[in-house]
């Protein structure tokens, strides 16, 4: 809907040939007070660029202000840059960042996390990244299948200087059933900075089943299972407060999930549209 004139228009499809650069798929639950910081970040990095962009943000079911503030966005903006997805229940992160990809109309597709712990400069050499990846001008990157992902790897050390040893124990155990239930090679599956070809979002992201936090698992892995070249680039990340994972609860879903992910795909229960290249 646009915000200002009321009209309804019906959200495009990834299927479709893109018509933008970039779109930048916002996921928000409850993210009235981060929201505005990270967009804030987030457009005048992208208005100094020469890129056609636009934003999509999807509130996860929000309960508090979050679909006003993005509205609020959109207003400004218009809603040719700035759309909303507002979604009545919540389905997850993964179920929202999967709707908001489906919906875009960029050449490149980025998520980024709506509490701003990546300050959005770092597209550039992300962007630069996949690029490498790819060898080709911007106007063959649409059909090439290609990805970059952010990671906090490199952050690890003094991070574990920071956390409990319960809490160190908790991240290592994850990180052990990642690397036998599910992807190899993958040294921060969770940061929330990742992005995708068109062509290489619309193969991982139509065949992605899991919605809850442990979705960047089942991508990457979908990326492996079709040999997409995925490249891990250093960004720069800060803890922000207001975080929704609870350490316990949270690793413990996302353990379940990963279980589930390796036993649907071994006894075939869930498939992968896309042929490997």
């Not at 389905?91 to 919906?103: Q, T, Y």
Request: proline residues 3%.
């Amino acid at each position: 809907m646009d915000p200002t004139t009321g009209t309804v228009f019906e959200f495009p499809s990834l299927n479709d040939e893109y018509s933008l650069d970039l779109s930048v798929i916002i996921p928000a639950y409850n993210e009235e007070a981060r929201l505005p910081s990270m967009l804030d970040d987030c457009i005048n990095f992208l208005k100094s660029s020469s890129l056609n962009y636009e934003l999509i943000i999807v509130s996860d079911g929000s309960t508090d202000n979050t679909v006003e503030v993005a509205y609020d966005f959109s207003k400004k903006l218009g809603s040719d840059k700035c759309r909303v997805l507002a979604l009545e229940m919540n389905r997850g992160k993964g179920g929202a960042v999967r709707l908001g990809m489906l919906s875009a109309r960029g050449e490149l597709l980025l998520f980024a996390d709506a509490d701003g712990a990546t300050k959005f400069s770092d597209f550039a050499k992300v962007e630069d990244a996949l690029k490498g990846l790819i060898k080709e001008k911007r106007s063959h990157l649409a059909n090439k299948m290609a990805i970059a992902i952010g990671s906090r790897a490199h952050l690890e050390k003094d991070s574990i200087a920071q956390r409990s040893i319960f809490r160190t124990i908790l991240m290592y155990g994850f990180h052990t059933m990642v690397w036998m239930f599910a992807v190899k090679g993958i040294k921060d599956t969770q940061c929330g900075f990742k992005l995708f070809t068109r062509k290489a979002a619309l193969a991982c992201f139509e065949s992605l089943h899991v919605e809850r936090w442990a979705f960047d698992v089942e991508l990457l892995k979908i990326a492996q299972t079709l040999n997409i070249p995925i490249v891990e680039i250093p960004v720069n990340w800060k803890e922000i407060e207001g975080s929704k994972i609870t350490p316990i609860l949270s690793w413990i879903e996302m353990a379940i999930d990963l279980g589930l992910i390796w036993l649907r795909y071994t006894i075939g229960a869930w498939k992968i549209k896309a042929k490997p290249e």
